[in-house]
């Protein structure tokens, strides 16, 4: 029994990996590699609603060849993490902007939606019976991973009657190798991630689909991520495959692209306008172009850039690589606006610093 609209059946894994196995995998997890013992389904019919919540055993789930999503792709996610606190608690950070996004995303590709106080519990449930899985290292944290797809056997292209909601957990290190001091950015000028009145700013399978020839541009060009444009002018710059980018100019201002429909608003982004603000910092949610950003960078009027996301934290962009050419921001390593807004958001996350907007929420 829970205190969620939904009662959860919890069923604990009668063979789960034992400690020892664990640690090993626990002392250099990185990044979307090891999986916890546990997951959360709840399954959705248009005729029964919200049912079947379960706690149980991770597992491969059964699907039928003709599962709505697997072809026409009616998928959302949420990425979030849990983490370990000074005091030796555990608390997730945020976990209602998630739930909230998670709510949008499913209205924008035609999903029910999961009601937040379920898709919380959910998340907390599978915290805590899998928080020996957070590893204790520095930037470790359990890394959970909410999605909802269209389960209904059907191929008629319309809204699925069903639909399938699982919690799993990924013990995670560093997003990037090695814990990169500073990235490089591949400016995708012929693809585009995300046209006005498509789904950008929802936390759909597909957007990370339409990025991905973008993404391995990038990797076969020797950068980490990819940056992508406006599709209308190809002009603005809008944001990396999997994170959002804030600009850091030499009279201690800072900008980010405003949120409207092609980006995905970010968490992390929000908590870095809040903090930054709260600083008294001026941070501007407007426009900025890639010739701006070039021009800025080689006239030292730009001095820092920061990619941020639940998975990558606060990053550096070193360097940004495109068909006319590159340009270095800089020195090249993290600034210190970077490291200023890494440690503020991170020391509120650990529990050391005081958390004034109460961003964190103890898993009990
Ligand atoms: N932009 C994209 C495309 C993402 O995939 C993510 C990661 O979730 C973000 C931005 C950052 O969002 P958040 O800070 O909520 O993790
Ligand atoms: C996240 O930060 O949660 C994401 O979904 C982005 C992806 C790079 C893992």
């Not at 990044?31 to 399954?43: A, E, K, L, Y």
């Not at 941020?308 to 340009?327: I, K, L, P, Q, Y």
């Not at 529990?351 to 009990?364: E, Q, S, Y």
Request: aromatic share 10%; with cysteine.
């Amino acid at each position: 029994m829970t205190n969620a609209t939904l009662d959860f059946w919890i069923e604990p894994n009668a063979n789960p990996v034992s400690p020892d196995v664990r640690e090993g995998l626990l002392a250099d997890p990185g990044f979307g590699r090891v999986f916890t013992d546990h997951m959360v389904t709840v399954r959705y019919s248009i005729d029964k609603g919200w049912h079947d919540a379960v706690v149980g055993a991770r597992q491969p789930i059964p699907m039928d060849p003709a599962a709505s999503v697997l072809h026409y792709a009616q998928e959302i996610f949420e990425g979030m993490k849990a983490y370990k606190l000074a005091d030796g608690g555990t608390a997730l950070f945020r976990p209602e902007a998630n739930a909230q996004r998670f709510r949008e995303s499913a209205v924008r590709l035609a999903m029910p939606q999961l009601p937040e106080d379920v898709f919380l519990e959910s998340v907390r449930l599978l915290v805590d019976i899998d928080r020996a899985w957070i590893p204790a290292g520095e930037g470790g944290a359990l890394y959970l991973r909410p999605f909802m797809f269209a389960s209904e056997v059907f191929l008629g292209v319309r809204p699925s009657h069903e639909y399938l909601y699982i919690v799993i957990a990924s013990s995670v290190g560093a997003y990037f190798k090695g814990g990169a001091k500073a990235i490089s950015i591949w400016v995708s000028q012929d693809y585009s991630r995300a046209a006005p009145g498509g789904t950008g700013a929802a936390k759909c399978g597909g957007n990370y689909a339409a990025s991905l020839v973008a993404q391995a541009q990038a990797i076969e060009k020797g950068c980490d991520q990819v940056a992508f444009l406006d599709a209308a002018e190809r002009r603005w710059v809008e944001e990396l495959g999997g994170m959002n980018l804030f600009f850091v100019f030499d009279d201690g201002t800072m900008l980010t692209p405003p949120l409207g429909g092609t980006i995905l608003p970010g968490i992390t982004r929000d908590s870095i306008l809040t903090l930054a603000r709260d600083q008294g910092l001026t941070v501007r949610e407007a426009p900025y172009s890639f010739a701006d950003w070039r021009a800025d960078a080689q006239s030292g009027r730009l001095v820092e850039t920061f990619a941020c996301g639940t998975a990558a934290v606060v990053t550096s962009v070193g360097t940004v690589r495109s068909a006319e050419g590159d340009f270095v921001i800089g020195s090249g390593s993290p600034g210190q606006m970077t490291e200023r807004m890494r440690t503020a958001l991170t020391s509120i996350q650990r529990g050391t610093a005081p958390d004034p907007h109460g961003w964190v929420k103890p898993v009990a």
